[in-house]
């Protein structure tokens, strides 16, 4: 589904962010990323969005190589993609319902249609009694729901989540993951970049590790080892 060849990312004051990165990862996979700060997690995840470009290489998704883009067709392709950032990103003002339902608004889509949908996604994150609560009045896990239905909205083919757990205590943080492997089980490819080692472990499927922007290890069935 994704493909990565020979990439290698360089920021202004030659800080190498990524170096001769060769990364497949295939429909319906869950993937830890880890990796210490500074490793390259989060210029990964940027490339496969096309916030950010290659300096050299290519990335592939669904074999089309991403650098081909033209940028009034990237909305397009991101819809492919739902992301969830350790910051909810919510808009404080906006009742759950209308901050998911945004997605669909920018999308163009009608009153009817965001009636039907957004419901059955908060439903899906244990929220669909909430509606109408505005984020401040919900719990960090809560709130990071939240941003999770809203990258679902869309139905991605890939979830992107870079640190969601971070501003997360444990147990919010195991429910947060439980949904993420129950969206997996749908068959929606996961890329999880974490800090949190038992997460890791416990979740069992395969982990890339980042150092100094290279891949130094690459388990199907691996646990966190940098």
């Keep these: 589904m994704i493909k990565f060849e020979n990439v290698t990312k360089i920021f202004p004051g030659d800080f190498i962010a990524l170096e001769d990165i060769d990364l497949f990862i295939d429909k319906g996979e ?12 989060s210029t990964l995840l940027k490339l496969i969005y096309a916030e950010e470009q290659p300096t050299t290489g290519k990335v592939y998704f ?41 997605a669909l608004e920018v999308a163009g889509e009608t009153n009817a249609e965001i009636s039907e949908k957004v419901p059955k996604i908060l ?6 009694d909430k509606m109408e609560k505005f984020p401040k009045q919900l719990s960090g896990g809560e709130q990071q729901r939240v941003s999770l239905a809203r990258a679902l909205i869309h139905r991605p083919k890939v979830i992107i989540a870079d ?31 974490t800090h949190n080692k038992n997460i890791v472990d416990r979740i069992g499927k395969r982990v890339v590790a980042l150092d100094k922007g290279k891949v130094i290890r690459d388990h199907k069935k691996g646990k966190y080892v940098i």
């Design 123 to 128: 439903d899906i994150v244990g929220l669909g």
């Design 163 to 193: 640190e969601p757990t971070g501003n997360l205590d444990p147990i919010s943080t195991w429910e947060l993951i439980k949904l993420l492997l129950k969206i997996n089980d749908f068959g929606t490819t996961i890329l999880l970049a």
């Design 30 to 41: 869950f993937i830890s990323i880890v990796g210490q700060s500074g490793a390259g997690k």
């Design 62 to 102: 669904e074999e089309r190589p991403l650098d081909g883009i033209k940028r009034r067709h990237l909305p397009y392709y991101r819809r492919n993609i739902g992301t969830v950032f350790q910051d909810f990103k919510l808009l404080p003002q906006r009742t759950i319902f209308e901050n998911v339902a945004y």
